[in-house]
DNA sequence: TAAAAAAGTGTGTGCGCACACAAATATAAA
DNA sequence: TTTATATTTGTGTGCGCACACACTTTTTTA
């Protein structure tokens, strides 16, 4: 039903008759023991059921563990990339008294310097683990070298690059997600509506990511509904500013009036909501990712669906993974897909509200 | 960007010109301070951004807190029940070095004198804080108000009773819960489409809830369509064995078959579903919880939609509410509703998968 | 003004563990 | 047999904090 009172190691001196330093010399494997005395400890550690008490072993200890983090800038609090910083704030904070502490580095989308100068800062606090969202997969690459070389621990956050030496993926399924997508936009629209897919790249981040996405996406109609006349077309826009936005829809719109409905590939499903709001367009949107712009926009109902990759939560996982790597030297499972969660209108404020 | 090396009584000590007693002293409030030396040490952990390190904190008083949570019965490992459990096991361990300990009762949802006995045999035990489950008010009432008389916090999980002294329920919104479940069913049904509302009572628990769910569910019809003319009817199934409730659905669908969906207001889903596809009968369901019975069957299409509401998430807040009561003297917001996923075939393997 | 009481401050111990080092015992070499 | 050398085992210190207690200084009382 529970446990006894913890045992410690002087319990387990007192059991076997020996002192506490030979108890250390079994527990760490180090030093000489006595055939005999050894298994003796070993019954006491099985027989009482020893575990060692991590907060004094971490007191004693008193090692440090520096995590650095670099990801694209937010640029303001309501963007994407403010919620995995608060994931990993979050799971630092819980790990300070265990000697953890976390730079934050972000680099720009528009420029692929400022990532090589911040790896590089990285490089030179020489931490212990490193948390990287690779989105510029070339200078990426240069940069898991160098940390290799260093025998520095690292995990992907939000974006893959297979067949690495990182520790561990925490992010999305991106292909799952598209199909998700084709499921939810297809639930809501008739069978030879026509579908719009908008993609957008910021700034010169590798756009492979949403070409898996999309793929995803297509993927669900092909499977599922393959036989309808509709038509799905893909636009990307090279950026992500509402009036840039803007102009591609009209363009597009004006071409094909039959499209009734939309799936935004990124975060900005709201961008476009907005639009077919001001010009009294009735289509039906799916996107990703609970930024308030688009919460705003699921409750008044532009948007449908909201698919969420739990950016905080990933954030804290990846910490979480780098801890027990340290403290436990626990190899977690190489690719961790979060939960790909549906928000509509009805549960959003569930997933604001809880914490 | 990040803190420096983390500051200790003692470096308060050499800030203020003090001994670490008098620090200690202004910290706990306790003992006589000059009033000059008082604002000096309180400076110094202003500006040196003084956090005291719960490790040592926690090591240095060397106390326990003792958990019990009050569950129903899991029968099989595949219950609903079998999952807060494994909640409040995870978030206990994670507490393990804390001081931290667990005993778990449970009680037969056919018995109420088997909770009496359990909630008395937790009273013995005189712990620290409580989990209780509280299916049957009456003896719940009762229970709650010994603990009150011993001054001992408890939170309730997974089912509420209102203006209560309990820290906290963690739990689903109930009338919510419906609510969405009567989306996600309209968005699978044709509009003149009739539908059941299955509630099963499994033994003398307080049948309250699963009305409220039905009230939620019934909603979403009354306001988002109102006059199509279709049927919602509902049953009341005094069982869960799968006998008893396929006789009351061949009795049911026989005399109603127009019947198109149904909904299932607990985590018996797959009962009904399988009495689908046995009977080659092609209704859409959608029911609560993901227990494996429920998995399979939305996997192989014959459940629609599952509503999940976090069961092991509960049981792992609740510890965490409670803890944090303990050394943080935190109180938690008394309503805590777990976010409500919407699961689908698609993404079902992403929430077992992941950890 | 001395003794008693109160106010103010510092020191020592232990929580459970890691680690450096000292001590004791056994074995090998001289 | 004695000394040198492994081998084996025990002790002491500190991590950061809480708490008991001892100590010093001031204030009050007789």
Known sequence: MAKNKKTTIQDLANYANVSIGTIDRVLHNRGKVS???????????????????????????????????????????????????????????????????LYTYQYSLFDESSFVKNASAILDKNPSGVILAPLFEKESLEFITKLEERNIPYVFIDANIKNKKN???????????????GKLLNSVLGPSDDILIVNMVKGFENSAHTAVVENGFRDYFKQ???????????????????????????????????????????????????????HRLEL????????????????????????????????????????????????????????????????????????
Chains 1, 2 share one sequence.
């Open 224 to 278: 599922n509904e393959p036989q309808t006349g509709r038509n799905i077309n893909s636009i990307t826009i090279p950026s992500t500013t509402e009036i840039e936005v803007n102009r591609e829809l009209t363009t597009y719109y004006i071409k094909n009036p039959g499209t009734k409905g939309v799936f935004v590939s990124n975060s900005r499903a709201h961008i476009i909501s907005r639009y077919h709001a001001f």
């Open 35 to 101: 055939h005999a005395k050894r298994k003796k400890v070993e019954e006491a550690i099985d027989k009482l059921d020893f575990n060692p008490n991590l907060l004094a072993r971490t007191l004693a200890l008193g090692r440090q563990f520096t995590v650095c983090s670099l990801f694209p800038e937010a640029v303001t609090t309501e963007s994407y990339w403010s919620l995995p910083k608060i994931g990993v704030d979050q799971g630092v904070e819980g790990f300070r008294d265990f000697g953890m502490e």
């Open 167 to 181: 520790l561990s993926y925490i992010g999305p399924d991106l292909k799952g997600s598209g199909y998700i997508a």
């Open 284 to 355: 039906k949107v799916v996107g990703f990712d609970l930024v308030p712009g688009n919460v705003a926009e699921l409750k008044n109902g532009n948007i449908d669906y909201i698919i969420s990759q739990r950016p905080v939560f990933q954030g804290v996982t990846a910490v979480k993974v780098l801890f027990d790597f340290f403290v436990y030297k626990k190899s977690p499972n190489p690719i961790q897909y979060v939960p790909l969660d549906i928000i509509i209108k009805e549960n959003v404020d569930y997933y604001i509200n809880f914490q």
